[in-house]
């Protein structure tokens, strides 16, 4: 079977190209301002290796932002921006009961919570968690990256609105009541961070995970 992913490690415990995630991972947890991107290729791993991560991540960003300009969403920058927020939902049937956090990326240490909210659905936590933090970030004069698994969610944002089936009724009143809110919110107030997919796939799990897979 062909390898699919290599993984760069400029910055761990011990340097070099890795195989899997879990020996790349191996070499980054724990280690403060760890620097690491994935690669389709052998090769492009170890041109990357060779040019350091000043120039593989200045790379990265310049296309993201020629995405960006032409109107397609960011691409994740394979390795994780740790001086970052990310947030996550907790539900109990979709829709039903739910609550969100964000979390500092680095420590896992929970920075805000809401919840249990009555009746929601997962991209509806997901999208508020997102509002809270940038609202939170803002009152800090902090431009950190915001992290979401939920592309969806993350559309809404951009775009100011959101698309979903459930239903305004008596018991779905206090979820709209707060979506109301954050859009009031998103359209009332600039901000520069970033917002991006986590890759869970490449990651794992995203810190602020509720573990109710």
Same mark, same amino acid.
């Given at each position: 079977?062909?390898?699919?992913?290599?993984?760069?490690?400029?910055?761990?415990?011990?340097?070099?190209?890795?195989?899997?995630?879990?020996?790349?991972?191996?070499?980054?947890?724990?280690?403060?301002?760890?620097?690491?991107?994935?690669?389709?290729?052998?090769?492009?791993?170890?041109?990357?290796?060779?040019?350091?991560?000043?120039?593989?991540?200045?790379?990265?960003?310049?296309?993201?932002?020629?995405?960006?300009?032409?109107?397609?969403?960011?691409?994740?920058?394979?390795?994780?921006?740790?001086?970052? &927020?990310?947030?996550?939902?907790?539900?109990?049937?979709?829709?039903?009961?739910?609550?969100?956090?964000?979390?500092?990326?680095?420590?896992?240490?929970?920075?805000?919570?809401?919840?249990? &909210?009555?009746?929601?659905?997962?991209?509806?936590?997901?999208?508020?968690?997102?509002?809270?933090? /940038?609202?939170?970030?803002?009152?800090?004069?902090?431009?950190?990256?915001?992290?979401?698994?939920?592309?969806?969610? /993350?559309?809404?944002?951009?775009?100011?609105?959101?698309?979903?089936?459930?239903?305004?009724?008596?018991?779905?009143?206090?979820?709209?009541?707060?979506?109301?809110?954050?859009?009031?919110?998103?359209?009332?107030?600039?901000?520069?961070?970033?917002?991006?997919?986590?890759?869970?796939?490449?990651?794992?799990? &995203?810190?602020?995970?509720?573990?109710?897979?």
């Amino acid at each position: 079977m062909a390898q699919s992913k290599y993984y760069v490690v400029w910055e761990g415990k011990t340097p070099g190209i890795y195989e899997s995630w879990t020996a790349c991972k191996a070499q980054v947890d724990g280690v403060a301002g760890a620097k690491y991107k994935s690669f389709g290729t052998r090769a492009e791993a170890e041109k990357a290796y060779r040019g350091g991560w000043k120039r593989t991540f200045s790379e990265a960003r310049k296309a993201a932002e020629r995405e960006t300009a032409a109107g397609t969403p960011a691409a994740a920058a394979g390795a994780v921006d740790l001086d970052s &927020i990310s947030v996550d939902v907790g539900t109990r049937g979709n829709p039903g009961p739910i609550e969100y956090k964000g979390v500092d990326t680095r420590t896992g240490e929970v920075l805000f919570a809401y919840g249990p &909210i009555s009746k929601g659905t997962n991209n509806l936590g997901e999208f508020l968690a997102i509002v809270h933090a /940038l609202a939170y970030l803002k009152k800090q004069g902090s431009s950190k990256t915001v992290y979401s698994d939920s592309r969806t969610a /993350l559309k809404w944002v951009r775009e100011k609105q959101v698309a979903t089936n459930l239903a305004r009724d008596e018991t779905t009143q206090e979820v709209w009541t707060l979506v109301d809110r954050a859009l009031e919110w998103l359209r009332a107030n600039r901000y520069d961070n970033k917002l991006l997919k986590w890759e869970t796939t490449e990651w794992g799990e &995203i810190k602020a995970d509720y573990g109710r897979k």
